[in-house]
């Protein structure tokens, strides 16, 4: 429903007399001369029905608009999760938008649209009951989500907004046509976007930064070229714009959460491509949290940051071939790399301590699958060992603790493949280093060693993760799972076992691949190392996909 001013500017004294008025305010010189009340000129508006209006009216439908805080469905009810909640039809809404004008509607429709995306993500089927949660920070909270309340949307973030929830709304209904114009909302997103980085007034404002990191996810969800030579160029081109604008521009909450999600994709990237990010620096640890406590999380990321730097020095250090062959030219060196390792784990382990201590019971604990993890195990593979592949899997406090211990337990498994490695290469001259360098000694890795357990945490706590639907939790899941793949297969691949655990964690991730479809579309196998470090593949700095 449309409302159209009225046409004519006379007061309303004049307009029923149906004669010319000289316009005065606040009374007219004819109402004035005539000795009459002039009534003003407020415009009645009329309104028009649009063809979806008479429909539903036609139609009798229900006008119930459905919010994403709403609470869940009652137990037990049958009612569809991905069916469309709202008064307006999403399915014809998209269209109607651009052709809208109206400010106010188009304000409607897009809030329409955009609480339907929130909507499908609530889970279809609910984990039992877990202790009360006790958060320092929501867990759910997103700048995403602040988006229906969000005062301001440029004409970048509108159409690349939309682009991800029609993208994903066109998914679940199997509505190729809405999929289809999801990609056009993309490709506007590209150009208004363009505009706005070559305008002085929106270049550096939050609604731009928010713009590129939705480009960002529609090309992790949708993956429209099927390679992610695009998604690369846009976290790059992201991440100059976050350097850009500056430590000290992410004070406003909406600006604040934009920069938590940045962070997080950045520094896994940073590890991925084994570069320094400039999120190690000071000042970004520092001027970003004014105002804000940092959570356990981001702690944790502050960690990663090191670790990035750590591994862009060893690779820089030990890339080339005379580096292996000849590790003593490069001794001193090689010595200060593994005392920087040492020390990080011990800043890690200083961490952990800290969690343990935010909450009153075990960080986590065991618990028989519900389900889930017999799904992934191959029939033959269950019927061959009696069992499924991770009978047992962690619980956890709550979701924010699930996370930062999978994202913790990754972190370790880096850090300490990556030390095993400058081991191996140091080997041959363990015993002569006090001869060699005066004073200087390897401390034995001891639990250092054992990367596979690790890597058997992470899959055991998928299932709390993601209740039950990988594909749903697919950023906070695919990188401890990517580090999980890598180091199974190279417990494989050594002739230690892991194949069945290999292949379930395959399948998982295979499984994210449905609903984030560049996982699918990477052109290396799954197995191949794009975090954990590697003594004998080089890997491009495209090949990793921070989550």
Not at 508 to 520: A, E, K, L, P, Q
Request: hydrophobic residues 35%.
């Amino acid at each position: 429903m449309v409302g159209v001013p009225g046409r004519s500017k006379a007061c309303k004294t004049c307009k029923k007399r149906k004669i010319a008025c000289t316009l005065e305010r606040p009374n007219c010189k004819i109402c004035i001369k005539s000795n009459r009340d002039c009534l003003g000129y407020e415009q009645d508006r009329t309104f028009i029905l649009d063809s979806r209006t008479k429909k539903q009216l036609e139609t009798k439908e229900v006008t119930r608009v459905t919010r994403p805080n709403e609470p869940d469905l009652p137990v037990g009810s049958t009612q569809s999760l991905t069916q469309f909640q709202g008064s307006i039809s999403t399915k014809n809404a998209y269209s109607s938008l651009w052709t809208m004008n109206c400010p106010s509607t188009r304000s409607v429709y897009r809030e329409q649209i955009i609480s339907e995306f929130l909507y499908s993500f609530k889970p279809s089927t609910q984990l039992p009951p877990t202790p009360p949660t006790n958060t320092t920070s929501d867990a759910w909270k997103s700048w995403f989500t602040m988006l229906p309340a969000h005062p301001e949307f440029t004409t970048a973030l509108e159409a690349t907004v939309l682009a991800i929830c029609t993208a994903r709304l066109g998914r679940l209904n199997n509505d190729q046509a809405l999929v289809n114009e999801s990609l056009k909302f993309y490709i506007q997103g590209l150009w208004e976007l363009q505009k706005a980085l070559y305008s002085p007034d929106l270049m550096y404002k939050d609604e731009t930064a928010a713009s590129c990191m939705a480009l960002v996810a529609y090309e992790v969800i949708e993956c429209p070229d099927r390679t992610i030579t695009a998604w690369v160029k846009h976290v790059q081109g992201c991440a100059k714009l976050f350097e850009l604008r500056g430590p000290k521009a992410y004070s406003s909450e909406f600006g604040h959460e934009l920069f938590l999600a940045f962070r997080q994709m950045e520094i896994q990237q940073a590890i991925s491509e084994k570069r320094k990010t400039f999120l190690s620096d000071p000042e970004w640890n520092t001027h970003p949290w004014k105002g804000y406590t940092k959570p356990l999380p981001h702690q944790l990321l502050d960690l990663q940051a090191e670790l990035a730097s750590t591994i862009a020095t060893g690779y820089g250090l030990l890339s080339s071939p005379g580096s292996t062959e000849n590790p003593l030219a490069l001794l001193p060196q090689i010595l200060s790399l593994v005392n920087d390792c040492l020390k990080l784990d011990i800043r890690l382990n200083a961490f952990y301590k800290r969690l343990e201590r935010s909450i009153s019971g075990p960080v986590y604990w065991a618990r028989l699958s519900n389900g889930f993890n017999v799904s992934y195990t191959p029939v033959q593979d269950a019927e061959a060992s009696g069992g499924s592949v991770f009978p047992v899997a962690f619980q956890f406090d709550n979701i924010e603790i699930a996370r930062t211990c999978a994202t913790y337990w990754a972190t370790l498994t880096i850090l300490y493949s990556g030390l095993k490695y400058v081991y191996s290469l140091l080997s041959p001259v363990v015993s002569f280093l006090p001869l060699i360098a005066p004073g200087s000694s390897l401390p034995p890795l001891e639990h250092r060693s054992d990367t596979t357990s690790l890597a058997k945490n992470i899959c055991q706590s998928i299932e709390y993760i993601s209740g039950g639907s990988p594909e749903g939790a697919a950023m906070f899941v695919v990188f401890p799972l990517k580090v999980a793949i890598e180091t199974l297969a190279d417990t494989a691949a050594s002739g230690e076992g892991c194949e069945r655990e290999l292949e379930w964690a395959k399948s998982v991730m295979g499984r994210i691949g449905t609903g984030v479809r560049i996982v699918n579309n990477i052109d290396i196998p799954v197995e191949r190392h794009a975090f954990v470090p590697t003594p004998d593949k080089e890997v491009d700095m495209s090949e990793g996909i921070a989550g």
